[in-house]
């Protein structure tokens, strides 16, 4: 009987093998091309101390895998004149990637930290992998976005294996809007609309120009909301009851955008359309979420006509659902924390809605959102930071304006504790009387908070330049916005004072040891907020501010400091990628927390994690300090 392929290999080779088989890219590479490194690979030894490459060594010829013990980075500092050490290489880890990958010699001086064992192949074995081994190319080329797209797909596929789905939020439109949509001429009579829409079984027609542009869209709903409110006849023209200026997308967006507006506006169909704006498809809220038990679109709508507070109170059960489906659909975790804020801004919408209706003011307001919420970035664990800015009625002072506002405020505040969002602890709330000002106070308290750099106004910085509007009219946070700006970037002090406080919130880990863990009686903890977010968007933030950013999401911050120039287009990749891996592995313990019944927390214990996870997580960790190595040396630190 023949020997199998594994029992006809050198015990030596499957030896090496089932050790890359335990990590990352070596994992989800076939066993061929595993056999092709260990029998290309020879073992080396490393003593303490020892240089295992140097940039003098010109051309990078060897590639090398960490068996046992530590590799450390280390370059000279100009500013401080010495050498640092600037990472470090770990049990299964590789390197230099980039100089073998580049055919260059390395920037950075590789040393053994501790007696160290590497596996090694040479540059004719590696150039064979890089050229056979699609996942191990990928691994060279995107290093840790590679990892990042298996932690995503496992996240994925869990949620898949319990929500039985199989469309994918990040599909082109394009691929959704195959059939020519039913479209009419704006004279077309109702009741023509009706029968045309009946004949082809669908649920909207869409009424163009002469050149097929939207113009208007008429849906079932427009028929009902017609036929109960009496508006017009069937024989009336459609143009007289169309929806004007129907909201479209380009072919080239996905899924995952038609969804977001659908939920921010509470509509079941869009429009897509091509370069010329003319009319290629039309897209409907069944389209995206056949599949789905939890439907983004129809849970945000249900939340906004909610008539009772006990229902949104309720409601708030189908949010942790509805992350595991959008999961499910291939929502990253910059989209799932979208999804959330979405889900929570349209709860506190209607918690004004219905407070008003039962105790208006009597005059109107903006409500704000700080921190978190206001950049979009909230997750299932979330308190509230929020606040008022009114504009003064004439005849009515500041003070008489806050009176009425405040009661109303406070109710507001209590019942959306009652639906989940605790209560802050730091009372950063509308109720709290020096958070609801008029549009002149707000002025001047930024104005005092920018000129006075005390501790305490920058650990509100962390809250109050992160602000945006939930309710009400949002020309006067414009013009604040507009102001705060201008105002700190004329002002380097204060930006250098951010930039140091940013500085303090250090990614947790140690020179040699791994993992820095929190120091707050969590045994073996690493809180990812404080810890691992903190770090990225703290940094981040002075940037942003710094060269007139006005967008607060931390991710859409960075696309528009290196549209700007300010962050290397690389760089900003790999810092996008590490802060989205931390918030998916967040998000993704949140879930588990939840389903145990457990009190959430952003508290992991990094031995719970699998290998994979544990790697990219310490990556990412040193991907934030890189970033702050960025701030450290602009603002001279």
């Given at each position: 009987?023949?020997?199998?392929?594994?029992?006809?290999?050198?015990?030596?080779?499957?030896?090496?093998?089932?050790?890359?088989?335990a990590?990352?890219?070596?994992?989800?590479?076939?066993?061929?091309h595993?056999?092709h490194?260990?029998?290309?690979?020879?073992?080396?030894?490393?003593?303490?101390?020892?240089?295992?490459?140097s940039?003098?060594?010109?051309?990078?010829?060897?590639?090398?895998?960490?068996?046992?013990?530590?590799?450390?980075?280390?370059?000279?500092?100009?500013?401080?004149d010495?050498?640092?050490?600037?990472f470090?290489?770990?049990?299964?880890?590789?390197?230099?990637?980039?100089?073998?990958?580049?055919?260059?010699?390395?920037?950075?001086?590789?040393?053994?930290?501790?007696?160290?064992?590497?596996?090694?192949?040479?540059?004719?074995?590696?150039?064979?992998?890089?050229?056979?081994?699609?996942?191990?190319?990928?691994?060279?080329?995107?290093?840790?976005?590679?990892?990042?797209?298996?932690?995503?797909?496992?996240?994925q596929?869990?949620?898949?294996?319990?929500?039985g789905?199989?469309?994918?939020?990040?599909?082109?439109?394009?691929?959704?809007a195959?059939?020519?949509?039913?479209?009419?001429?704006?004279?077309?009579?109702?009741?023509?609309?009706?029968?045309?829409?009946?004949?082809?079984?669908?649920?909207?027609?869409?009424?163009?120009?002469?050149?097929?542009?939207?113009?208007?869209i008429?849906?079932?709903?427009?028929?009902?909301?017609?036929?109960?409110?009496?508006?017009?006849?069937?024989?009336?023209p459609?143009?007289?009851?169309m929806?004007?200026?129907p909201?479209?997308?380009?072919?080239?967006?996905?899924?995952?955008?038609?969804?977001?507006?659908?939920?921010?506006?509470?509509?079941?169909?869009?429009?897509?359309?091509?370069?010329?704006?003319?009319?290629?498809g039309?897209?409907?809220?069944r389209?995206?979420?056949?599949?789905?038990r939890?439907?983004?679109?129809?849970?945000?709508?249900?939340?906004?006509?909610?008539?009772?507070?006990?229902?949104?109170?309720?409601?708030?059960?189908?949010?942790?659902?509805?992350?595991?489906?959008?999961?499910?659909?291939?929502?990253?975790s910059?989209?799932?924390?979208?999804?959330?804020?979405?889900?929570n801004?349209?709860?506190?919408?209607?918690?004004?809605?219905l407070?008003?209706?039962?105790?208006?003011?009597?005059?109107?307001?903006?409500?704000?959102?700080?921190?978190?919420?206001?950049?979009?970035?909230?997750?299932?664990?979330?308190?509230?930071?929020?606040?008022?800015?009114?504009?003064?009625?004439?005849?009515?002072?500041?003070?008489?304006?806050?009176?009425?506002?405040l009661?109303?405020?406070?109710?507001?505040?209590d019942?959306?504790?009652e639906?989940?969002?605790?209560?802050?602890?730091?009372?950063?709330?509308?109720?709290?009387?020096?958070?609801?000002?008029?549009?002149?106070?707000?002025?001047?308290w930024?104005?005092?908070?920018i000129?006075?750099?005390?501790?305490?106004n920058?650990?509100?910085?962390?809250?109050?330049?992160?602000?945006?509007?939930?309710?009400?009219?949002?020309?006067?946070?414009?013009?604040?916005?507009?102001?705060?700006?201008t105002?700190?970037?004329?002002?380097?002090?204060?930006?250098?004072?951010?930039?140091?406080?940013?500085?303090?919130?250090?990614?947790?880990?140690?020179?040699?040891?791994?993992?820095?863990?929190?120091?707050?009686?969590?045994?073996?903890?690493?809180?990812?907020?404080?810890?691992?977010?903190?770090?990225?968007?703290?940094?981040v933030?002075?940037?942003?501010?710094?060269?007139?950013?006005?967008c607060?999401?931390?991710?859409?911050?960075?696309?528009?400091?290196?549209?700007?120039?300010?962050?290397?287009?690389?760089?900003?990749?790999?810092?996008?990628?590490?802060?989205?891996?931390?918030?998916?592995?967040?998000?993704?313990?949140?879930?588990?927390?939840?389903?145990?019944?457990?009190?959430?927390?952003n508290?992991?214990?990094?031995?719970?994690?699998?290998?994979?996870?544990?790697?990219?997580?310490?990556?990412?960790?040193?991907?934030?300090?890189?970033?702050?190595?960025?701030?450290?040396?602009?603002?001279?630190?």
């Open positions: 009987m023949a020997a199998n392929q594994d029992t006809a290999r050198p015990q030596n080779t499957r030896s090496i093998m089932g050790f890359l088989q990590h990352a890219p070596f994992s989800n590479m076939n066993e061929d595993l056999a490194f260990a029998e290309h690979a020879t073992l080396r030894f490393f003593a303490d101390g020892d240089v295992v490459l940039p003098d060594d010109g051309i990078v010829k060897r590639f090398y895998v960490v068996k046992q013990g530590r590799i450390r980075g280390e370059r000279l500092n100009p500013k401080a010495k050498t640092e050490t600037t470090e290489i770990s049990l299964g880890e590789c390197f230099p990637v980039a100089a073998i990958v580049g055919e260059r010699s390395t920037r950075t001086l590789h040393r053994a930290a501790g007696d160290t064992f590497c596996l090694s192949i040479e540059q004719d074995a590696f150039i064979t992998l890089f050229s056979e081994s699609e996942s191990f190319r990928d691994f060279c080329l995107r290093g840790v976005s590679s990892l990042l797209d298996q932690v995503n797909q496992r996240i596929s869990g949620a898949m294996a319990s929500m789905s199989s469309t994918s939020l990040s599909t082109p439109l394009e691929r959704y195959l059939r020519n949509p039913i479209v009419c001429s704006p004279d077309l009579p109702v009741r023509e609309a009706v029968a045309r829409m009946h004949q082809n079984s669908v649920g909207s027609i869409v009424i163009t120009d002469g050149e097929r542009r939207p113009t208007g008429f849906t079932l709903r427009d028929l009902r909301t017609m036929v109960a409110e009496d508006t017009c006849t069937l024989d009336a459609v143009c007289q009851i929806t004007k200026e909201s479209c997308l380009p072919a080239q967006a996905d899924a995952f955008d038609a969804a977001m507006l659908m939920a921010e506006h509470h509509f079941a169909h869009l429009c897509v359309v091509d370069d010329e704006k003319r009319l290629i039309v897209v409907s809220e389209d995206l979420f056949s599949l789905q939890v439907d983004l679109v129809h849970l945000a709508r249900t939340i906004s006509t909610a008539t009772h507070l006990r229902t949104l109170v309720s409601l708030r059960a189908d949010v942790s659902r509805l992350v595991d489906a959008m999961l499910a659909h291939g929502a990253d910059g989209q799932v924390v979208k999804i959330i804020t979405t889900l801004d349209v709860t506190v919408r209607r918690v004004l809605e407070n008003i209706k039962k105790n208006d003011p009597g005059l109107p307001f903006t409500w704000l959102t700080f921190g978190s919420e206001g950049r979009q970035e909230q997750t299932l664990l979330t308190d509230q930071d929020n606040g008022i800015l009114f504009q003064t009625p004439e005849g009515m002072t500041e003070g008489q304006a806050r009176e009425k506002l009661p109303f405020a406070q109710t507001v505040n019942e959306l504790a639906c989940g969002f605790t209560l802050c602890k730091g009372n950063i709330m509308a109720s709290n009387p020096k958070l609801c000002l008029s549009d002149r106070e707000w002025d001047d930024f104005t005092r908070f000129d006075a750099s005390t501790p305490q920058l650990v509100y910085s962390s809250i109050f330049l992160d602000m945006r509007s939930v309710y009400g009219p949002t020309d006067s946070l414009h013009n604040l916005l507009k102001k705060v700006l105002r700190i970037r004329k002002n380097e002090l204060f930006q250098k004072m951010l930039a140091g406080n940013a500085f303090q919130r250090k990614p947790p880990l140690t020179m040699f040891r791994n993992f820095r863990y929190v120091s707050d009686g969590k045994k073996r903890s690493l809180d990812l907020k404080r810890q691992g977010l903190a770090p990225f968007v703290e940094s933030r002075v940037f942003a501010l710094a060269n007139g950013v006005e607060a999401n931390t991710l859409e911050r960075m696309d528009a400091l290196v549209q700007k120039g300010v962050f290397d287009d690389k760089d900003g990749n790999a810092w996008k990628d590490a802060y989205s891996l931390i918030q998916a592995i967040r998000m993704r313990s949140h879930q588990e927390m939840l389903n145990k019944g457990e009190e959430l927390t508290y992991i214990d990094p031995d719970d994690l699998n290998p994979l996870d544990r790697r990219i997580l310490r990556e990412s960790f040193r991907q934030a300090q890189r970033l702050q190595q960025k701030l450290e040396i602009t603002y001279q630190l």
